[in-house]
């Protein structure tokens, strides 16, 4: 595929000079659920009137609310490697930096790491390496994936493994697959190319339209999930997200389905980066704000990842306008959570541990969700998407958060927050359909009793 930028362009122009009463307009035909046009879009994009923005941010909280209802995916990232042979203005990882310190895990180091994740209570991880595997080829994050399934800590696992590592040909991804991963995660960084030529100027990532079309060949390939992202900072927003939802519309009309997930990440502080520390499109705290909103209109169906890149009050405003993932108790830098030294690839913003994160959500009315039932059901793909869509995947959705916070709090949570997380699933059962309801009691009895991996 190629990104059109004389359309992006000439929409943006446009978009200028739409009226208060087309932009209500639009968010009136966006509660319907079904997404907004890329004109209107870029519409929603150039608003700056605060009254405007509120009714934006207004309409992205009930899609928010009506899709996803008020449950939040946690994951933790876990890097593996930070040797790199890319040159990145704006990543600590790059080549040329000979001042961070080094290291790959090895696979030992990948389970201790893996373990120090459990028994925070995480199910889920994001399995991260820089664009070099310490001469052992790709099977080095193969044998990675293995070893984060492999670790048991009584009942506790790591039930899903995604990935996020370098584009891949069509032949890898589908040796990529047969390693039961979740999601393949890449972000393109910036869609302008001009801009990314100039930022990437050494190493295989210097290529542009390799790294743009590795969600067509992933899915080509067979993975079910594919992630894409935007580092926002490095050219304008506004491009930026008219050019990904090219992006979108090209998988979805190749491939019937779209990316999975959408990350928002902005560019943090990186050692050795003077870029990073001032980002030539720096975005703001309110267009930020816009920016997860008016995707969350966009594309209400897909997920919205939120890292620990942004600080506690940030991550807060941002559930309500369209987050459905978070990231908690990160480490950027492999071995992190063993407390081994090793340059980490950016600053966190937000430093607390998963169960600070979770008892946070807890006290602001949301429910966080361990859930892996769709990936080990099928439920992925076209499918979750045909689930989706309807708003059959809340009848799921909503009882496999229960199941999986409820063992969260038997096995990993204090006194305090156990009764406040068990208050809130109390409230939420009794917003259930009688049929769901009774089958979501007996289970939650179940996992009172010891059992674990309950879902519908």
Excluded at 245 to 262: N, S
Aim: proline letters at 4%; one cysteine or more; aromatic letters at 10%.
């Amino acid at each position: 595929m190629k990104i059109n930028d004389e359309l992006i362009t000439q929409t943006l122009e446009a978009a200028q000079n739409a009226a208060p009463q087309q932009v209500r307009e639009i968010l009136q035909r966006a509660r319907a659920l079904k997404g907004v046009s890329f004109t209107e879009t870029a519409a929603l994009l150039a608003v700056t009137d605060k009254q405007l923005l509120n009714e934006i941010f207004e309409t992205a909280k009930f899609i928010k609310t009506e899709i996803y209802g008020n449950r939040l995916v946690l994951f933790a990232p876990l890097y593996i490697s930070n040797l790199c042979n890319n040159e990145c203005a704006y990543c600590a990882f790059r080549v040329s930096n000979r001042a961070l310190k080094r290291r790959a895990l090895t696979q030992d180091e990948v389970k201790a790491e893996t373990l120090e994740l459990i028994r925070q209570g995480h199910k889920r991880v994001l399995l991260v390496a820089g664009e070099s595997y310490t001469g052992k080829g790709l099977q080095y994050v193969f044998d990675a994936v293995k070893s984060v399934y492999s670790v048991k800590d009584g009942k506790n696992n790591i039930r899903r493994v995604n990935v996020n590592i370098a584009p891949l040909t069509t032949e890898e991804f589908r040796q990529l697959k047969q390693y039961n991963i979740g999601t393949f995660q890449l972000f393109q960084e910036t869609y302008h190319k001009p801009t990314y030529e100039s930022l990437h100027t050494a190493g295989p990532k210097k290529d542009y339209d390799f790294r743009l079309n590795a969600m067509h060949r992933a899915l080509e390939a067979g993975l079910n999930d594919v992630g894409i992202g935007i580092l926002f900072g490095l050219y304008n927003y506004k491009y930026e997200v008219l050019a990904m939802l090219q992006h979108i519309k090209d998988l979805e009309d190749t491939y019937g389905v779209g990316p999975h997930t959408i990350s928002v990440p902005r560019i943090e502080p990186a050692a050795g980066s003077e870029l990073s520390e001032r980002p030539p499109h720096a975005v703001s705290d309110e267009d930020f704000k816009k920016i997860i909103a008016v995707l969350r209109i966009a594309v209400p169906y897909t997920g919205i990842i939120l890292s620990t890149r942004e600080n506690a009050q940030t991550r807060r405003d941002a559930f309500d306008l369209g987050i459905s993932q978070i990231s908690a108790g990160s480490k950027t830098n492999p071995g992190g959570y063993e407390n081994k030294e090793a340059g980490e690839q950016f600053s966190l913003g937000d430093h607390r541990t998963l169960a600070q994160v979770t008892d946070d959500m807890v006290s602001h009315g949301y429910i966080p969700s361990f859930c892996t039932g769709c990936y080990r059901l099928g439920r992925v793909g076209k499918d979750f998407m045909d689930l989706a869509k309807p708003g059959l995947i809340k009848i799921h959705c909503l009882p496999n958060a229960m199941f999986t916070f409820a063992e969260y709090l038997y096995d990993f949570a204090d006194d305090n927050l156990r009764e406040k997380g068990f208050a809130l699933i109390d409230k939420m059962i009794s917003d259930l359909p009688p049929q769901v309801k009774e089958n979501t009691l007996e289970r939650l009895k179940e996992i009172a009793a010891g059992k674990r991996d309950v879902y519908f």
